[in-house]
């Protein structure tokens, strides 16, 4: 594997909250490689668009961070000034929501050409001409005619892939996408996966996916790590996620999600709710919830440990390897489709 | 008055159309749902399912059509306070956003009680003891039921409005994009409730979703909505394992789902767009 393009050790992040601090991220650690696609799951709560938001130091104010997170070797809690935004120009960000993102009384022109303009000092013409190209790049004909309309007068798609092409236009080498099709139509959502996959492999530009669905990481992401409560629950290569899980809340997760396939007499719904980090227990943050809990799990909270190739913060995960099954015995729902 | 025969329709709706401006919102749409039966309406973003759903519990008013419930018309706004409640009585709707539902002063508790109050002839005895009955059929115990709203997670405010359209004792219930906004795990829990409610109470369910895999746990049959109009029914399990439209068979393609490699359509998004723009 290629040096890490991004390491994330032991972050912690505390957020004030009517005059106290709480944690919002506990000791997460994760890393990309150049050109890799890592997928980051979670419930709300679990920490994950706060991880993306810690990476380029958009943290809300008053945050209080631990740990390191290196980028490209360089420690980003230390950068200021042009530094920082360099890195916001290597490190893009895609929200869920493009419309909260965008500034709706500016054309796409302006909102496509502002950067090129300011920061790289390209006349308008030719800032224009490749802003054109990029809307062709993910799929958007007549870019031209587009780039004087307002965002307004796209629909959500056409507006989601406007906001992929800013990212693209600073030429990034590793994008953030926080739930980037959440908002959008499933068959748009199709296409908007499918044109960042296509992207990312075409520009070796690498992904941090976050998203809820566990199924949708696995399509377009090597790696996905999940996380629960401020934490890690588990890193795993995304093709075993599903069959071969290493945490049982990963294993609760898939198999609380309905199948197209068939119908379940009962679904096997893990009884509670997520919890946030400042929530969790002492010991295991799933604790509470797992199935497979000892009196052990409710003392230590357990690390992130290597396992089968992957990584899982679960005190049984070896001697349950394999036997992450539902209540009634019967295997993890299994999604079969002809 | 006759009682509706129990295994009849107990919602038909006929060529019901709804325009906005120059936009047909919804082209003549038909639909039969049975007594204690489960009809899905699928649907994208500008399909028209909402739509319907507001037309039928009288929030917008059809252009054309009718709709009857439990055997009674409500195609024309109702005339009295009094036959706006014999309709609610009828007709049940929970919508998506379980933040934005319930009074934020008022404890679940006193929203179902309220609802009693109105549409059942209990006293306050009576009433406290089918406010504690409601709330075991959706999972809440007593605290939760005496919790301001704010404190209760989504899930449970969801369960809270399950709870308060079911104490009107509806023939149907819709559900419109009900369990849309619930994290994964709180949704499985909710999706159990509601196959617990219909079996136990024999209330027919509306369930309005764009989420084929949810579709298929909670109903037996569905519909299939485009551009206002539908364009495939039958069985949820014949439709789903073998779509017979070219846009069912997308909208079940672009599900994820192991194994799936997102695929720029063939279909292009460009009608749905113009579509759009021309407005």
């Known amino acids: ?338 | 008055m006759t009682t509706p025969d129990p295994r009849g329709p107990v919602l038909e709706v006929e060529g019901l159309r709804k325009t906005f401006g120059d936009v047909v919102a919804v082209a003549g749409v038909d639909l039969t749902l049975h007594a204690g039966g489960a009809l899905a309406v699928v649907g994208e973003s500008g399909s028209g399912k909402t739509t319907v759903a507001r037309m039928i519990v009288g929030l917008e008013r059809p252009a054309a059509g009718r709709i009857t419930a439990c055997g009674r018309d409500r195609s024309r706004p109702a005339r009295s306070a009094r036959e706006r409640r014999r309709r609610g009585g009828e007709v049940q709707i929970v919508f998506q956003d379980p933040y934005s539902s319930l009074d934020p002063r008022q404890s679940p508790a006193s929203a179902v009680e309220e609802v009693l109050r109105l549409h059942t002839s209990l006293d306050a005895a009576g009433r406290r003891g089918r406010v504690a009955e409601l709330a075991g059929l959706v999972g809440l115990d007593e605290r939760q039921m005496a919790a301001a709203p704010s404190r209760l997670s989504g899930g449970q405010r969801q369960r809270v409005a399950i709870a308060r359209a079911l104490a009107a004792e509806p023939r149907v219930l819709i559900l419109d994009e009900s369990v849309a906004a619930l994290d994964v795990s709180i949704q499985a829990q909710v999706l159990n409730v509601l196959a617990d409610v219909r079996e136990r109470t024999g209330v027919a369910y509306l369930f309005i979703s764009h989420d084929l895999a949810v579709v298929r746990q909670v109903t037996d049959d569905v519909v299939v909505m485009r551009g206002g109009a539908i364009v495939e029914r039958g069985p949820t399990a014949r439709v789903l394992d073998a779509p017979a439209h070219p846009y069912t068979r997308l909208l079940r393609e672009s599900v994820p789902r192991p194994g799936w490699r997102p695929a720029r359509r063939a279909l292009r998004t460009g009608q749905d767009d113009e579509l759009k723009e021309s407005r």
């Open chain 1, 1 to 338: 594997m290629n040096a890490s393009l991004l390491d994330v050790e032991g972050l912690t992040v505390f957020l004030p909250v009517e005059g106290e601090e709480r944690p919002v991220l506990r000791d997460v650690s994760l890393s990309i490689a150049a050109g890799e696609a890592v997928g980051l799951v979670g419930e709300s709560g679990s920490g994950k668009s706060m991880t993306a938001r810690a990476i380029v130091r958009l943290l809300p104010p008053g945050a209080r961070t631990e740990g390191v997170i290196r980028y490209r070797g360089e420690d980003v809690g230390s950068l200021r000034g042009a530094a920082l935004r360099a890195l916001r120009t290597d490190v893009a960000m895609v929200f869920q929501d493009p419309r909260a993102h965008v500034n709706p009384v500016r054309t796409v022109g302006d909102f496509l050409t502002e950067g090129l303009r300011t920061h790289r000092r390209l006349s308008r013409r030719a800032a224009e001409e490749r802003a054109v190209r990029v809307l062709d790049e993910v799929g958007i004909a007549a870019g031209a005619r587009r780039l004087r309309q307002y965002p307004h007068e796209l629909s959500g798609g056409l507006l989601q892939r406007v906001m992929i092409a800013a990212a693209l236009l600073a030429e990034p080498r590793l994008l953030l996408a926080d739930e980037p099709t959440t908002a959008l139509d499933v068959t748009t959502q199709a296409e908007v996966m499918a044109l960042l996959d296509e992207l990312r492999r075409e520009r070796e530009l690498a992904l941090l996916f976050i998203t809820h669905d566990l199924e949708l990481a696995a399509a377009v992401c090597d790696r996905t790590a999940v996380m629960y409560a401020g934490r890690v629950m588990e890193v795993r290569a995304s093709a075993l996620l599903h069959d071969d899980p290493l945490h049982p809340y990963t294993a609760a997760l898939a198999a609380a999600r309905p199948s197209l396939a068939r119908r379940a007499d009962r679904l096997p719904a893990t009884p509670g709710r997520p919890l946030s980090a400042f929530e969790a227990p002492p010991g295991c943050a799933f604790g509470p919830r797992c199935a497979h809990a000892r009196d052990a799990c409710h003392e230590r909270r357990p690390e992130l440990l290597p396992l089968a190739g992957g990584q899982a913060a679960c005190a049984r995960a070896e001697e349950l390897r394999g036997l992450l099954r539902d209540r009634n015995g019967k295997p993890v729902v299994s999604h079969d489709h002809a």
